[in-house]
């Protein structure tokens, strides 16, 4: 029988226990877990017990229960924290701008700090691949159609030369997050086409030229836009 963990409530308990089975028998996304009775006796508890763990790692998307079929190991995914997040800025009523400057300050320093590393290491072809999407841009513009899309994959696509996958998921959550309160509240209104366009520009033109300092100001700039608009539309200010 397993020996769970002490000092806790005894449904955490159960649930770091089930955790840590998938640990030791290095059970990865998409494996079959031991079936209920199995669980049950590996963890000497009562099904109700298994159930109710089984059902809090669900919501944290680190088991995935289908019915009829069995449970297995989910992608723990970080779907739990953009819906965490979500919560506790639309949960500031009031203080709009101040939630989100939050958010936008965290993903603004894990981007100025990982922007100095893509200086570094970007190649001439991953910089016109980024070129191409600014291009894209441009042309969305002009036709008069929003490029959110766009801007989030210029987003996705600067740290790829990193090669490290949390990266992404990371400024994914952040974007989630933004996206669902910017929805929430009804801001629809973007800055000027031209003005996102030359922005994620600069960005780019800093990189070719390796000028490490110059693309953590472009990216400051880009932040500070985004945080200004973000305060004038929580004050009802287009």
Known sequence: MRRMPAGEPRNIRIQRAV????????????????????????????????????????????????????????????????????FRTLARQGDDAGALAEILQVREVLEEGLIRRVAASAT?????????????????????????????????????PLGNALVPQLLGAFWAVFSRVAGARGWTDDPAPEVTVRRHRDIVTALRARDVAGAQRAMTVHFRGIEARSAQESRGVG
């Open 19 to 86: 955790i840590q089975l998938i640990l030791d028998r290095k059970l990865g996304p998409g494996a079959p877990l031991p079936t209920e009775t199995e669980l049950m006796e590996d963890l000497g508890v009562s099904r109700n017990s298994v159930r109710e763990a089984l059902k809090a790692l669900q919501a944290l998307d680190i088991v995935e229960i289908r019915h009829g079929y069995g449970t297995y190991v989910g992608q723990a995914s970080l779907t739990p924290l953009v819906d965490g997040l979500t």
């Open 124 to 160: 001439e072809a991953e910089l016109d691949v980024l070129e191409s999407v600014v291009t894209r841009m441009e042309e969305s513009g002009r036709a008069g159609r929003p490029f959110p899309e766009l801007d989030r994959e210029f987003h996705e696509l600067l740290y790829a």
